[in-house]
């Protein structure tokens, strides 16, 4: 059996599967049973851990017509089984907080990046069980091996992110894409992002928003670096409503009239 850690106070992207030879079961702090006067064995914490665990594999099940066995019938949005297929799990948070907990993607391929996952992100379960997923750099969809995504690169005509370039400076250029006319991508884009926003809830209801990916650019096609997205219709006025750099690429200055990523969305929006 694997156990699920959290540590206290700490972020949630430390969280990691351990096997019981990695526990000391007789440290375990026992919890409070307020229903029974008798204490829980470590034991039996044990196995009340692994049992939920398989409860909530269970729960995990995700089909999306993003299959990982096919690079056929890109125009359809996924449909998730797990978490409501429109809008945010904040429709049914007590539900799903438990499974919404637990990272359920070691690792994601993109381009020549590999990067660990740090939160929770509904994509296929199929995939979620793989070592690795592959995501195309360019349409952002999932796939579950390497032959899968040279298969699928032969099909993708896409060597930027969909929508009008709105800036461009040596290298870097920022694409507005709609989550409407382009809800697929968004989809995949939201997705994404997930595995590196804990508080990120909206996946499929993209139509509101306005997304805007900034890329890189050499021989190969413009890559993504980041995104931020807004509203299109604020009703707080709000200027950003999530941004995101990947991991690979935080830390990075492009432009130092800009000074980061983060710096250069203001300037847009601004």
């Given at each position: 059996?694997?156990?699920?850690?959290?540590?206290?106070?700490y972020n949630k992207r430390l969280d990691e599967w351990v096997t019981v030879s990695q526990l000391d079961i007789?440290?375990?702090?026992?919890?409070q049973n307020s229903k029974s006067s008798r204490p829980l064995s470590p034991t039996a914490v044990l196995n009340?851990?692994?049992?939920?665990?398989?409860?909530?594999?269970?729960?995990?099940?995700?089909?999306?017509?993003?299959?990982?066995?096919?690079?056929?019938?890109?125009?359809?949005?996924?449909?998730?089984?797990?978490?409501?297929?429109?809008?945010?799990?904040?429709?049914?948070?007590?539900?799903?907080?438990?499974?919404?907990?637990?990272?359920?993607?070691?690792?994601?391929?993109?381009?020549?990046?590999?990067?660990?996952?740090?939160?929770?992100?509904?994509?296929?379960?199929?995939?979620?069980?793989?070592?690795?997923?592959?995501?195309?750099?360019?349409?952002?969809?999932?796939?579950?091996?390497?032959?899968?995504?040279?298969?699928?690169?032969?099909?993708?005509?896409?060597?930027?992110?969909?929508?009008?370039?709105?800036?461009?400076?040596?290298?870097?250029?920022?694409?507005?894409?709609?989550?409407?006319?382009?809800?697929?991508?968004?989809?995949?884009?939201?997705?994404?992002?997930?595995?590196?926003?804990?508080?990120?809830?909206?996946?499929?209801?993209?139509?509101?928003?306005?997304?805007?990916?900034?890329?890189?650019?050499?021989?190969?096609?413009?890559?993504?670096?980041?995104?931020?997205?807004?509203?299109?219709?604020?009703?707080?006025?709000?200027?950003?409503?999530?941004?995101?750099?990947?991991?690979?690429?935080?830390?990075?200055?492009?432009?130092?009239?800009?000074?980061?990523f983060s710096n250069l969305a203001l300037v847009l929006k601004a």
């Amino acid at each position: 059996h694997e156990y699920y850690i959290h540590y206290i106070d700490y972020n949630k992207r430390l969280d990691e599967w351990v096997t019981v030879s990695q526990l000391d079961i007789n440290k375990i702090k026992l919890p409070q049973n307020s229903k029974s006067s008798r204490p829980l064995s470590p034991t039996a914490v044990l196995n009340k851990c692994s049992s939920r665990k398989r409860k909530i594999e269970e729960t995990n099940g995700y089909s999306s017509s993003h299959s990982a066995n096919s690079d056929t019938d890109e125009n359809h949005a996924p449909s998730p089984v797990g978490p409501p297929s429109t809008g945010s799990l904040n429709q049914n948070q007590n539900t799903y907080d438990g499974l919404t907990r637990i990272k359920n993607v070691q690792l994601i391929e993109m381009g020549r990046a590999r990067m660990t996952p740090w939160y929770f992100s509904p994509y296929p379960q199929e995939l979620c069980h793989l070592p690795v997923i592959y995501i195309c750099e360019f349409c952002l969809k999932c796939l579950k091996s390497v032959k899968c995504l040279e298969r699928h690169k032969i099909k993708c005509k896409l060597f930027h992110p969909p929508g009008n370039e709105i800036y461009r400076k040596h290298a870097i250029s920022v694409f507005e894409i709609d989550g409407r006319k382009n809800k697929i991508y968004a989809q995949n884009l939201c997705l994404l992002a997930k595995l590196f926003l804990d508080h990120k809830t909206l996946y499929y209801d993209t139509d509101p928003f306005l997304f805007y990916v900034m890329t890189e650019y050499d021989q190969y096609g413009l890559h993504m670096v980041g995104y931020f997205s807004k509203e299109k219709e604020s009703s707080e006025d709000y200027n950003v409503a999530c941004i995101l750099t990947l991991p690979c690429h935080q830390k990075k200055v492009w432009d130092p009239s800009s000074g980061s990523f983060s710096n250069l969305a203001l300037v847009l929006k601004a």
